[in-house]
């Protein structure tokens, strides 16, 4: 069975600090990861990785995949409160095209 | 910018009701998706839809539930008969493509099953 774990499950910081989100895998037929911020509602969109060791950047979010060791990581620097969200991590393998495996979430809360 | 869109945002019903959510899937995107998110829990994936036909269903999705694309643009998602384990968030996503192209989310109708 497909699964994705991320940590931590809940990160509390000060505007103007840098997290580090986790998420780890283990999926057959891996084919990408993907990287969402989830407000109010929707997940949105935010990076996906298929190659190991290339860093993907829009602003102050950046992300890697390590296809060897099963992780990825989703860095925020210079955290700003608009930052608060739930941060989900998915995955998509195994024997169909297109189903996301999600992990539970990274809730990030980040204080004035 | 092009997003997906989803009817109606809350949708109360009395288990053993039928319901229907709707979905506009980005115009020219070819695959198509339903997740739920019981409240607290993970994002699940129910199905996908492509071409006209289930792609692939998880075990979620039972011979209660149903897809159809009844025209162009709309994507719905059919509960014949509710219960109460099936109140959720059901999030529609759609993609350009199958593999390797990220899905675009919409803004998710809230289920509640009394």
């Known amino acids: 069975e497909d699964k994705v774990v991320q940590s931590p499950l809940s990160l509390v910081v000060h505007e103007g600090d840098t997290v580090t989100l986790n998420c780890s895998y283990e999926?057959?037929?891996?084919?990408?990861l993907l990287w969402y911020k989830q407000e109010k509602k929707a997940p949105t969109f935010l990076f996906m990785l298929?190659?190991?060791?290339i860093e993907k950047k829009s602003g102050r979010l950046s992300s890697i995949l390590d296809k060897k060791e099963l992780f990825s990581i989703l860095n925020i620097t210079a955290t700003q409160t608009g930052d608060s969200a739930i941060y989900l991590c998915a995955v998509e393998g195994g024997t169909s095209y297109g189903k996301l495996t999600f992990g539970q979430g990274t809730i990030l809360t980040v204080h004035p | 910018e092009p997003e997906v869109t989803q009817t109606p945002s809350h949708q109360v019903t009395q288990m053993g009701q039928e319901v229907i959510l709707r979905c506009v899937p980005i115009s020219n995107h070819l695959y198509f998706y339903w997740y739920r998110q019981i409240l607290g829990q993970k994002v699940e994936f129910l199905v996908s839809f492509y071409n006209n036909e289930i792609s692939e269903k998880s075990e979620i999705f039972d011979d209660q539930f149903s897809v159809e694309r009844p025209d162009g643009s709309n994507f719905t998602l059919k509960i014949r008969s509710t219960k109460l384990e099936d109140s959720a968030m059901y999030f529609c996503a759609s993609s350009a493509s199958g593999s390797g192209y990220e899905q675009y989310f919409g803004p998710g109708t809230r289920l509640t099953v009394t």
């Open positions: 999926v057959t037929n891996f084919r990408s």
């Open positions: 298929t190659s190991s060791g």
